[in-house]
């Protein structure tokens, strides 16, 4: 031997090598390439023998390639064609399976649009982190109450003290009367706003220079729909629009078309006027709330910090007006605390009191989104349940691949494979069905989701992702189960131990069950709660009342020939008119005190006229109502609501008498009456304390109350009236109760969905157990044909059956009930006023799963149980 | 009875040749040694394994080697029934042979 020399060759390669060479140890190839590589290096240099090791190791790499595509090329094909086999020969198994994880599939991704849809919420602002809502936070009556809303002056001073503060503007909410091309006039709410709101959100004009449209007074933009509207052409930028301003008509100048708004933002106006066009500030004190003021602060500052120096704010602006909060010895910073609330979490929190829109909330994207898990999660169970069911008829076909030489490996591979295919197919039908439960969705809630959401690359990813994991998850159980069989046993034809009753299995079934009884649960509450809602007194009666809006100043002013009219009709039993109605989203509130104490109660307001109680029907506890008969009863005279007697200090029969300190009259206003508690909110809150005043001229509704009978006939006596005596004024009207029951239009929404969501558990995991059921009737043939010899009836059979699927589903009970009523509960906390679950809710979720559950296997058995012995003993 | 190939009936030799040198590596260089072609580790673990297999090699592993960096190396041995299938092949060889007795086809 020449030099002895060791050298070491490339790792790189050599790693290679060592991967591409399976049985490498066998023949310690490695050490024999690296005393080659070594030999030639001594002999020929080390390029040679680079060139000849890297050309050994890629050449290895080559030949594995070609090996391992061609055989599992050949193995794929093989495994698909088996795969199919079995499909087509258990249609019923193969169906239930990729139609139940269809279902399921979809109604998720149904539900992630939306999710995402909620959560998309003005994120289209490309400043949107970095824009906040001032709020501020109120301890008042042992209470803190949120205030999104601020006064005029905020916006300024905020720019003033804060250089970190960029810009801000502001919304406030207001209704004029418009005149048309045709001279009639409408109502139209629009905001007041600053001209920045076009530098610091995403709102657009398609039409006009957005850098100063609203920047002078007296003038306004509009989208395209509204200027046909009102000047019956789109290209309006230019002419001028009269508004009814102050009881005055006056011009405002079209300096813009608005860009539609888009659907996900927390607010929405088709029309908007410069604020600079009120020549001063309407209320310049610190306490006057009535706009929304937004800021936007630089791109490195952080929330915490800025609102840490909003305490300066409060101390040095604030403080000087709020002292009557500081009664109780309490430091500003502990009862009025000022907050920068992102916009991107307004639509899913919004404020309780004085929100832009009713907006969304984060616990029905938690349900909804808890909802979607728990059906996929039914609906992925009997996917594995049924394949693992389905196994034991392919043991035969392990065994004989093991026979051949398959390793355990290569078998949970096909399985996955077979699973992971099937969960594609459901995927695919489930685009399908989702294609189509979305119009059904949107026609029946009005909502605009729309599947495009999800041919974004990252949504598609994703939903492909979890198609995927769904497949792998449910696959590794049967793969796993299925490899595990021993051929020799399962060729010698013996029965497989345990697979009618393996205890996975069972417990995957009372999983899914209790799931839907959860659902059912829900589903029952939420019904009882809305039924609830629509019985439970409301304080007023709301059937029977017509209320027709009032939109101009005219209207006002001629509303008492108006109201003489229609009294003399025998069908009107009584008209009053009011600048508010009960069941509104927004009411006005002020603040009274008592004349021997300086603590102010803040009120909701309801300016009225006479016969306002009467035509609602409110209960007087004490005292009276307004009565043309006192001359007394003058501008400014109140009726207190029970819970604003309360709060002063009150009972009923004390407050009557009693006179209050407010803005609205010279003298302090005498209190005539006490009327009892009515929601004019929603029942999701008390009753807050509020107060009826009586003030004939500021109308924005007229309430009549009719006689049920022929109620067409006396709507048109009233449009007549209407027409005769307001020519120019449009007729609408809408009836009270449709006007409440559009108060609880999420918790309806709600309900809906809830039903459709249970039923279609319910029928995921009946499915399932419609599977299963015949499955174990297939696995018990030979056992019910020798029982049916031995002389027992099919119903005896049908019992046999049925016993443990029954124990099943009570345990399912079992489970479910602690967890749905804790569920329930928390949901119902969500109301001031709820109703008890109660146990009948829960016997009736049993007794529906119970009823289906039995139904479904009824219907399986009885097919076996009836099926003649000879046939049953000849099988196998 | 089946013959050697060529193949298997060089590496054979060659295995009888080196005793207990006999390795793969040594194999290899003794075949390009007498042949003049170099022959790929591929063709030679392929007859290697083939001969182990009808019983005419056997191998074992040597215990750690300093010249090898501590591994060991497989050792490959001709079996009883080896030298039968040699002698066979040889001798069927010189039964061809002498039936043509020029081979430069005078």
């Given amino acids: ?74 193995m794929l094909k093989n495994h698909l064609k088996i795969a199919y086999r079995n499909f087509i020969r258990h249609k019923l198994y193969s169906f239930i399976n990729v139609f139940g994880l269809a279902i399921g599939l979809s109604i998720c991704m149904i539900i992630s649009l939306w999710v995402l849809r909620e959560l998309s919420y003005d994120r289209f602002h490309e400043k949107a982190h970095r824009i906040y809502r001032i709020e501020r936070e109120l301890f008042r009556d042992n209470l803190y109450s949120r205030w999104p809303i601020t006064g005029g002056r905020y916006k300024q001073a905020l720019i003033d003290d804060y250089p970190e503060i960029e810009n801000a503007s502001r919304f406030w909410r207001r209704e004029f009367a418009i005149r048309d091309h045709d001279n009639f006039v409408h109502r139209q709410e629009m905001f007041a706003v600053d001209n920045s709101i076009f530098e610091m959100f995403d709102f657009h004009l398609e039409d006009g220079d957005e850098q100063s449209a609203l920047a002078d007074p007296m003038t306004v933009v509009l989208t395209r729909e509204n200027a046909i ?130 907006g969304g909330s984060i616990s029905s994207v938690y349900i909804f989104s808890c909802i979607a898990v728990l059906i996929l999660i039914i609906a992925c169970m009997n996917f594995v349940n049924l394949s693992t069911a389905r196994a034991s008829k392919r043991a035969k076909e392990v065994s004989l691949r093991k026979t051949v030489g398959a390793e355990k490996q290569q078998l949970r591979v096909q399985f996955i494979q077979e699973s992971v295919l099937l ?33 974004q690359l990252k949504h598609m990813f994703f939903l492909v992702g979890a198609t995927f994991i769904v497949g792998v998850l449910a696959g590794l159980y ?175 029969e004390e407050a009557v008498g009693k006179r209050l300190e407010g803005p609205y009259s010279e003298d302090a206003a005498q209190v005539v009456g006490v009327v009892k508690n009515f929601n004019y909110k929603s029942l ?59 108060l609880y239009e999420s918790e309806k929404k709600m309900q809906d969905l809830f039903v459709i969501f249970s039923v279609l558990s319910i029928l995921i ?112 | 009875m089946k013959l050697l190939s060529r193949t298997e009936e060089f590496v054979l030799l060659a295995a009888l040749f080196l005793k207990d040198e006999a390795y793969s590596v040594q194999i290899r260089k003794r075949l390009k040694d007498v042949t003049g072609k170099t022959w790929s580790y591929g063709a030679l673990f392929i007859s290697l394994e083939q001969l182990v297999k009808k019983g005419f090699l056997t191998s074992s592993l040597t215990g750690p080697l300093p010249e090898r960096g501590g591994r060991s190396k497989r050792i490959y041995a001709v079996t009883p029934s080896g030298h039968k299938a040699l002698d066979d092949i040889k001798q069927m060889e010189r039964k061809m042979w002498e039936a043509v007795p020029d081979t430069n086809g005078g």
Wanted: glycine letters at 4%; a neutral charge.
């Fill in chain 1, 1 to 74: 031997m020449a030099v002895k020399r060791r050298y070491k060759s490339p790792g790189l390669a050599r790693k290679l090598l060592k991967l591409m060479s399976v049985h490498y140890e066998k023949h310690s190839i490695i050490e024999d390439f690296e005393e080659t590589f070594s030999e030639i290096m001594n002999s020929d240099g080390r390029i040679r023998a680079m060139c000849w090791y890297w050309g050994n190791a890629l050449k290895s790499v080559l030949g594995y390639l070609k090996l391992i595509v061609y055989w599992r090329g050949m």
């Fill in chain 1, 229 to 358: 509207k009102y000047l019956g052409i789109g290209d309006a930028v230019g002419k001028s629009l009269s508004f009814e301003w102050d009881g005055e008509l006056v011009d405002f100048m079209v300096t813009g078309i608005l860009e539609q708004v888009p659907e996900n933002s927390h607010i929405h106006f088709d029309m908007l006027v410069s604020i600079v066009s009120y020549k001063e500030e309407p209320y310049t004190d610190w306490r006057s709330n009535y706009l929304y003021t937004y800021v936007q602060i630089q791109e490195n500052t952080s929330k915490q910090d800025l609102e840490k120096k909003l305490k300066t704010f409060v101390s040095q602006r604030l403080e000087p007006e709020y002292g009557d909060l500081l009664l109780q010895d309490r430091s500003i910073h502990e009862v009025l605390k000022m907050h920068l609330f992102p916009i991107i979490d307004i639509h899913l929190h919004p404020s309780p009191n004085w929100e832009v829109e009713a």
């Fill in chain 1, 478 to 652: 049967p793969a796993f189960y299925l490899t595990r069989f021993e051929p020799v046993e399962v060729l010698k034809g013996i029965q497989l131990s345990g697979s009618g009753k393996s205890v996975f299995r069972r417990n995957m079934v009372i999983i899914q069950f209790s799931i839907s009884i959860i659902l059912i649960v829900g589903m029952f509450t939420v019904y009882k709660q809305m039924k609830y809602i629509q019985t439970r007194s409301l304080g007023f009666d709301k059937e029977n009342v017509v209320i027709f809006p009032v939109r101009s100043q005219k209207i006002a002013q001629n509303y008492g020939s108006f109201r003489n009219k229609l009294i003399q009709n025998a069908h009107i039993i009584s008209a009053s008119a009011s600048s508010e109605v009960p069941a509104d989203f927004h009411y006005s509130n002020t603040y009274f005190s008592r004349l021997d104490s300086d603590e102010p109660v803040s009120l909701y307001l309801f300016f009225c006229d006479y016969d306002y109680t009467e035509t609602y029907r409110m209960e007087i506890l004490a005292g009276r109502s307004f009565s043309r008969d006192f001359t007394t009863d003058t501008e400014g005279t109140i009726i207190l609501n029970e819970s604003a007697a309360h709060r002063f200090g009150w009972t009923p």
């Fill in chain 1, 423 to 455: 969960a594609f197919a459901s995927f695919v039908l489930a685009l399908v069905m989702s294609s189509l439960f979305i119009q059904a969705y949107n026609g029946i809630f009005a909502e605009s989701l729309s599947l495009s959401a999800f041919l």
């Fill in chain 1, 765 to 876: 995991a009946c499915l399932g157990l419609l599977g299963l059921v015949s499955f174990t009737a297939e696995l018990k043939t030979k056992e019910i044909g020798i029982r049916k010899v031995l002389g027992a009836s099919t119903g005896h059979v049908v019992v046999l059956l049925s016993k443990e699927f029954i124990k099943w589903i009570i345990l399912a009970n079992l489970v479910a009930w602690p967890l749905a009523w804790f569920m329930m509960n928390k949901w119902l906390q969500n109301f001031a006023y709820r109703t008890e679950i109660g146990w009948i809710v829960f016997l009736l979720a049993a007794f529906v799963t119970m009823a289906i559950a039995i139904f479904t296997f009824i219907f399986q058995t009885i097919k076996t149980a009836c099926a003649k012995p000879v046939n049953s003993l000849r099988y196998e």
């Fill in chain 1, 684 to 742: 999701r809150r008390e009753v807050e304390p509020m107060a009826l005043l009586l003030s004939p001229d500021y109308i924005r509704a007229i309430s009549v109350r009719i006689k049920p009978s022929d109620v067409w006939k006396t709507l048109s006596f009233i449009q007549k009236s209407w027409e005769t005596t307001f020519p120019s004024e449009r007729f609408e009207y809408r009836f009270l109760d449709s006007r409440v029951s559009q």
